[in-house]
């Protein structure tokens, strides 16, 4: 699971708790049950078929799924990040079943997305439009960051209609202690959490890895296309001894293994705001990461974040270095993060997020 399946996770289930019945529409995941309920109003449909690539082969049954006209519909919320179908699946809901749409900005093929290879480059052209329909037409939009909010609004969307919900974290999960999940491996260690994928930086931070003047270890968990070229990396650094490749890990392990990290790095070519920005925050962790989109916004202006240009390893090295050879500096780091992450919970976002719903209920309906 990546930032958005958590974050829409949490987002339901605290609706849930609220009593609002929901029916969640999203790609198959291979060893997942295609329809499940959950909590006590949650329903988990997922489509598709179980390959590694083409995850846009969920779209067409979605959509059936999205415009079956025996379901009562009160409000369709799109979660669109590198994936072409969520937008056009959510505008022909809405339409279908006459209802409002509201839209949260996970990655904007607008204002976010970097096209650092053909894949990203052609998600980038071809949603491009979906988006620009997407934001005129929806009742409500919802950034993560003001960054994004003032690039919306400079973009045409009616500013009455923008919100800003900064990206929470799921507090249960991030409440420790924290028993270390990989007690084998040596300290210091560096973590980086997140999918394999170009974006991610992955191959930028082993390159980084590789140069560090301090010792430490580097625990690489997560998964994904880019795996295979990433290990191939390690093994051509030779730095093999000192990396430790874990996969996907259930959520609360992740939280184990950043709470017991010396620093926590986030090394993308591009990214909206970060889910591990926050839950790095949340543990008092040192963060180390790219100065792109809204994380210097939600690492409080670089106060909770050594920051460093996207896609350069000797920057990224050096940083890591400061932080690793200077306590104090970890020290601050990790003060201020604690600090800033104060009242990011999901209680909070999600009631605000409630709310939003009601106001587009109550609102006229966009032209």
Not at 34 to 51: K, N, S, Y
Not at 136 to 163: C, E, K
Request: proline content about 7%; hydrophobic content about 45%; some cysteine.
């Amino acid at each position: 699971m990546g930032g958005v399946q958590i974050h829409v996770g949490a987002l339901v289930r605290h609706l849930d708790r609220r009593g609002i019945s929901q029916t969640v529409i999203t790609s198959y995941k291979p060893g997942e049950p295609r329809d499940q309920h959950q909590g006590d109003h949650i329903r988990v449909r997922r489509f598709g078929v179980p390959v590694r690539r083409w995850r846009q082969l969920w779209a067409l049954p979605a959509a059936r799924a999205a415009l079956d006209a025996t379901t009562r519909v009160d409000v369709v919320h799109a979660h669109p990040s590198a994936d072409l179908a969520a937008l056009p699946i959510a505008l022909w809901a809405a339409h279908r079943h006459r209802a409002p749409l509201v839209v949260t900005l996970h990655s904007s093929a607008l204002h976010t997305m970097r096209a650092v290879n053909a894949r990203l480059a052609a998600l980038k052209v071809l949603g491009h439009p979906w988006e620009a329909i997407a934001l005129r037409r929806a009742a409500a939009v919802v950034a993560l960051t003001a960054r994004t909010r003032d690039r919306v609004i400079t973009s045409g969307a009616d500013p009455a209609r923008v919100h800003v919900l900064p990206q929470p974290y799921d507090q249960e999960t991030f409440t420790g202690p924290f028993d270390d999940p990989s007690p084998e491996v040596p300290h210091p260690r560096i973590v980086f959490v997140g999918r394999f994928s170009a974006e991610k930086g992955v191959t930028v931070l082993v390159d980084a890895f590789s140069r560090l003047r301090s010792p430490a270890q580097l625990l690489l968990i997560g998964d994904g296309r880019e795996r295979q070229r990433i290990q191939a990396g390690i093994r051509r650094l030779g730095i093999g001894g000192n990396v430790t490749v874990c996969g996907f890990v259930p959520h609360r392990t992740a939280a184990a293994a950043m709470a017991h990290a010396r620093i926590v790095v986030l090394p993308s070519l591009f990214e909206e705001a970060g889910t591990v920005v926050v839950e790095a925050m949340a543990l008092g962790v040192p963060l180390v990461a790219s100065d792109i989109g809204g994380i210097r916004q939600t690492a409080a202006d670089g106060k909770a974040a050594l920051l460093v240009p996207p896609g350069d390893p000797v920057a990224l090295a050096a940083a890591l270095d400061e932080v690793l050879s200077r306590p104090e500096l970890a020290s601050r780091l990790g003060a201020a993060g604690t600090y800033e992450s104060a009242g990011r919970g999901w209680g909070e976002t999600g009631e605000r997020m409630l709310g939003i719903y009601r106001d587009v209920l109550t609102a006229p309906p966009t032209p």
